[in-house]
């Protein structure tokens, strides 16, 4: 069982408190309600709260991170209705877009919340104790903060705990602006935070170290091709974490917030608001509760299935003798359902999740969000950018990853020179991470998100909807932006106005 059981039990009951009495971040706080500042009256009382703030997580993915990831990229689609982020025909009232959007925010309150009252605890066991508080809590701010901006742009930056609807009504700040503070959190969640936990209460190994705060601070960097931080940050972090052996360990369970891992989700416990129910969300329809929601792009299909099911195929980007592929898909052998012409067995599903030693829709298995291996291609990648060596470190840190996947290593011959090298980075990038969220957010930060769905969009006759495009104010790039939920500007009258193209 899992060392670090807090976000699953203490959370959930923090979590049923404020859900209860509020529908909105923006409501402001009802009559009879005992104020949430006089909960943070004892060191044990503010864990409490502490643990609320990462209670978010467990909802965001489990499917709706990954609707708005992995169908909005080109690594997966759906044949189902929920078509809108596979199409890019989301609109400000996607159910999806709202739970996302809420969520987020749900967590940044929590942590204003334990940060405006941090002085209010004066029993304390150490200071240590005190400034891992404040640390997580300015992690996960930021962390959350990194989500919304790039999925929205703009957004309202409330870093005060909120008291009334004033101190929610925020219009929204800048994209500079709210990268401002993200990286103001983190570097300050770096010097709050603790290498390392030892067990006990609040103290349990999970929580964001400040090895996790360099890690979250790197893949900012890249987000915003600052190549240079991005290389110290990953220099500092090389070593510090391994690659394990058998690439499926880092999703069954077996090796949870093992040092493959930075952070992770954290699931756990035996009820639905406590674990994830992505297994049976991926599983094929003939198993139990199977739905399928999500399926691998895949060119034999021809554009078949009513989604965005081929052009720059998945399937196809694997590479003979790759160890990661039978982990990441699998075709179970079945009758393919797409295009019942095909034999059995040429229908793939996602089965990175598949759980079989749960209950069904009941996985316990936590969910990765910064993995050590992310940080060695992210150190790869900016070396390349700030200027290609034929055979020179970049080279080993792409080789490490591939070797660990059974693959043989590029040299010079093979990718000599810069386009060749990003290219084969962008392809490791692809194929490691597929399903963890990720793809849509490289696609979109490389600024080629619109021309790579185009290419799925062929086979359909449909169009890339530009319009929904910004040029990003630090990176230049083309960048798409998701709407602002409909619902945000009857609760925020300052809000302003929806992103473009909506």
């Not at 159910?95 to 809420?102: D, R, S, Y």
């Not at 406590?274 to 599983?283: H, L, Y």
């Amino acid at each position: 069982m899992k060392s670090y059981k807090y976000i699953t039990n203490f959370a959930l009951a923090i979590s049923i408190f404020l859900n209860s009495n509020c529908t909105s971040i923006l409501e402001p706080i009802p009559e009879g309600i005992v104020p949430m500042a006089e909960l943070y009256t004892s060191e044990s009382n503010i864990i409490t709260a502490v643990n609320g703030i990462y209670n978010p997580l467990l909802g965001l993915y489990q499917q709706n991170m990954l609707r708005l990831t992995e169908l909005a990229g080109d690594d997966g689609w759906t044949w189902r209705f929920e078509t809108q982020p596979d199409l890019f025909e989301v609109d400000p009232t996607s159910g999806p877009v709202q739970q996302v959007w809420t969520s987020h925010y749900f967590g940044i309150t929590r942590a204003n919340g334990v940060l405006d009252n941090l002085s209010q605890v004066q029993d304390f066991s150490s200071e240590e104790m005190r400034r891992s508080i404040e640390g997580q809590a300015k992690f996960m701010r930021a962390f959350y903060y990194f989500n919304l901006v790039r999925f929205f742009g703009a957004v309202p930056l409330i870093v005060e705990e909120i008291v009334d609807r004033n101190d929610a009504e925020k219009p929204r700040s800048g994209i500079i602006e709210v990268y401002a503070q993200i990286k103001v959190d983190i570097n300050d969640a770096i010097q709050l935070l603790p290498p390392s936990y030892s067990g006990g209460v609040g103290r349990e190994v999970g929580r964001p170290t400040s090895n996790a705060a360099k890690a979250l601070l790197s893949i900012v960097h890249l987000e915003l091709e600052e190549w240079s931080e991005a290389v110290t940050l990953s220099q500092d972090l090389h070593g510090a974490g391994v690659l394990l052996a058998n690439y499926s360990n880092n999703f069954n369970g077996s090796q949870e917030n093992s040092s493959a891992s930075f952070f992770e989700v954290q699931y756990g416990g035996v009820i639905a608001q406590t674990t994830t129910n992505k297994s049976i969300a991926f599983a094929p329809a003939d198993f139990e509760n199977g739905s399928a929601f999500i399926l691998p792009t895949d060119d034999g299909l021809e554009g078949e299935g009513g989604g965005l099911s081929s052009g720059n195929g998945l399937i196809q980007a694997f590479e003979d003798g790759d160890l990661r592929k039978n982990v990441i898909v699998d075709t179970y052998g079945l009758s393919n359902f797409i295009d019942p012409s095909k034999p059995d067995g040429s229908l793939y599903y996602v089965n990175k999740y598949f759980n079989t030693s749960d209950p069904r829709g009941l996985s316990t298995w936590n969910f990765p969000l910064i993995r050590y291996v992310e940080i060695l291609l992210n150190f790869a990648e900016a070396l390349n950018e700030l200027g290609f060596q034929a055979d020179g470190e970049a080279f080993g840190l792409l080789n490490e990853v591939r070797e660990n996947a059974g693959l043989m290593p590029l040299t010079s011959r093979d990718l000599s020179n810069q386009d060749e090298f990003r290219e084969a980075v962008r392809r490791e990038r692809r194929i490691e991470l597929a399903f963890e969220a990720k793809r849509y957010f490289d696609l979109n930060r490389w600024g080629i998100l619109a021309d790579v769905i185009q290419v799925q969009m062929d086979y359909t006759n449909l169009n890339f909807p530009r319009q929904r495009l910004i040029s990003h104010p630090i990176t230049g790039k083309d960048y798409h932006l998701y709407p602002l939920p409909a619902i945000e500007f009857v609760n925020n009258v300052q809000l302003g106005e929806q992103n473009p193209g909506y």
